[in-house]
């Protein structure tokens, strides 16, 4: 288990250099042609800092809700910024008395990882130290249960279930109310991967997931029954490093039809039900996905990005000017498909075209996670924790 944890960050920091050409990069002009406002900052603990943490926040109703790797989770009004409560993961039993004084407590790191989930009237999140935490929408700590392994990604709500995917490749599905395990699905590794994993999805009474080994499959949510399983990276070479082909983005189902992409592997569209391939097509990433209308967009293992017809695989457009500037997965926001960089950067561009129409230099920190909008607003959080709420006319 040791030797894997070292090949796994070992392989972190060759894909960042992969990533990173010795070349000078130079970020492509940009004529502004939209001025995004700022509504409010706040920030939430130390954010990731330099972790590969894909810790997001979420927009629910009239709340932003956040946290920091070291263990705050906090709730902000939409409209103003105003905090309405803080949560501290490392004091016991998160007491409130703790909540006016967590800013300043050094003890131990809580590790959140991954992101909040919301669902039956409660908050969900994992933490690399293997413990799933269930809150109140007022910050009461409901329960807290441990599994085996790091949860790298955000829990799965519905079906009476939360499901939580480790970096051990393991399945965890439990109670909303209680944490009380109801099912295990245990998936096999191969001796190397990246260090991530795919989000689950619940949906149509299946748990969909991505493998490292490169497959994507549905498991029946009732039991943790496995329904099927199918290829969409390939291992092929001659060394581990070669053979990666994880499958880490997050899976997107509409109207009966479930799209993953691999790293190293292809882009596909199986029909949700059986498994069948409906079509495939050449691209690799890692990150998450976006979906509007019958169109899919993604930036690729370089940093390209595509947009893509989801009735058939056809290519709409592709913009090559961020390639190999550490890009985030994109984020749709009303007209535009909006980027992060890990320079801190946000680019904006036109969904129909893919050209550029603004760039922001928002925090020096980067930006290792997607955007998040709810249609109206757009919310960014970068490395160091500061959270950005933004809107266009």
């Not at 039956?120 to 007022?138: H, I, P, Q, R, S």
């Not at 940093?303 to 989801?310: L, W």
Request: charged letters at 20%; hydrophobic letters at 40%; glycine letters at 12%.
């Amino acid at each position: 288990m040791k030797l894997q944890v070292k090949q796994a960050i070992l392989l972190a920091a060759l894909v960042l250099a992969g990533c990173s050409s010795k070349e000078k990069l130079v970020l492509p002009p940009v004529n502004n042609i939209i001025d995004p406002d700022v509504v409010w900052e706040k920030s939430v603990g130390s954010g990731v800092e330099h972790y590969e943490s894909s810790l997001s926040p979420i927009i629910v109703k009239d709340t932003v809700y956040a946290a920091s790797r070291e263990g705050l989770v906090a709730a902000f009004d939409l409209q103003s910024g105003k905090r309405k409560w803080q949560f501290d993961l490392r004091k016991p039993a998160g007491s409130s008395f703790w909540q006016g004084i967590s800013d300043v407590w050094s003890g131990d790191n809580a590790r959140i990882s991954g992101g909040l989930s919301f669902g039956y009237d409660k908050l969900y999140f994992g933490t690399e130290n293997g413990d799933v935490v269930a809150l109140t929408t007022d910050g009461e700590l409901v329960w807290r249960t441990e599994v085996k392994g790091e949860v790298l990604v955000r829990p799965a709500v519905g079906d009476g279930l939360v499901v939580v995917a480790t970096g051990a490749g393991t399945l965890v599905a439990l109670h909303p109310d209680t944490g009380e395990e109801r099912w295990q699905f245990e998936n096999e590794q191969p001796v190397l991967t990246l260090r991530g994993t795919s989000e689950p999805v619940i949906e149509g009474g299946g748990v969909i997931y991505g493998s490292g080994s490169g497959q994507l499959g549905v498991l029946i949510a009732e039991r943790g029954y496995q329904a099927w399983e199918e290829a969409v990276g390939v291992p092929t070479g001659t060394t581990d490093l070669s053979r990666l082909a994880d499958v880490d983005a997050k899976p997107i189902v509409r109207g009966g039809t479930v799209y993953s992409i691999a790293y190293n592997g292809a882009l596909v569209a199986l029909e949700l039900r059986t498994g069948r391939q409906l079509w495939k097509r050449d691209y690799a990433s890692f990150h998450n996905m976006a979906m509007e209308g019958d169109t899919l967009y993604l930036v690729d293992s370089e940093g390209r990005i595509y947009a893509i017809d989801s009735r058939s695989g056809t290519e709409k457009w592709s913009q090559f000017g961020l390639n190999k500037h550490s890009l985030t997965g994109p984020a749709v926001y009303k007209d535009y498909l909006v980027i992060g960089d890990k320079a801190g950067n946000l680019h904006w561009l036109n969904r129909e075209t893919g050209d550029f129409v603004a760039r922001l230099s928002m925090d020096s920190s980067g930006f290792y996670t997607d955007a998040v909008s709810d249609g109206t607003y757009l919310l960014v959080q970068s490395r160091n924790g500061e959270l950005v709420l933004l809107q266009t006319p």
